[in-house]
């Protein structure tokens, strides 16, 4: 089992920054896919950014490519998610998720989900 813990959300005005923070716990995620999803109110979740640990390729939603960084830190455990150039239509819950076998991004449905942290950009 994986476990998955959010950090850096909070509220920030458009146009800042912020950094989100995936610590990863139970098993490496060195080999696996780790990525973002967001969820703003009614609204349904939908993917954000992904990783793959081994090799580090990435991948991005149109929306949020150019402004969103996503990197992981093997030796850490860690996976971050730089938030650049933030725009209302950003605000949601932001969700870690793992899976440690990803072939297809567009279908994606991982095995594992942190518990989520809040980002609010006011106007």
């Known amino acids: 089992q994986v476990q998955l813990v959010e950090s850096g959300g909070g509220l920030v005005q458009a146009g800042g920054s912020l950094r989100l923070s995936c610590a990863a716990s139970?098993?490496?995620?060195?080999?696996?896919?780790v990525g973002w999803f967001r969820q703003a109110p009614e609204k349904e979740r939908e993917f954000v950014a992904v990783?793959?640990?081994?090799?580090?390729?990435?991948y991005y939603a149109d929306s949020v490519k150019g402004r969103f960084t996503i990197s992981g830190d093997n030796a850490k455990n860690m996976v971050y998610l730089q938030m650049n150039s933030l725009k209302p239509g950003d605000t949601a819950v932001y969700y870690c998720?793992?899976?440690?076998?990803?072939?297809?991004?567009?279908?994606?449905?991982?095995?594992?989900w942190g518990q989520g942290t809040q980002v609010t950009v006011s106007s």
């Open positions: 998720a793992a899976s440690p076998y990803l072939s297809n991004i567009v279908s994606w449905r991982p095995d594992y």
């Open positions: 990783i793959m640990m081994r090799g580090g390729s990435t």
């Open positions: 139970g098993r490496t995620v060195s080999t696996y896919g």
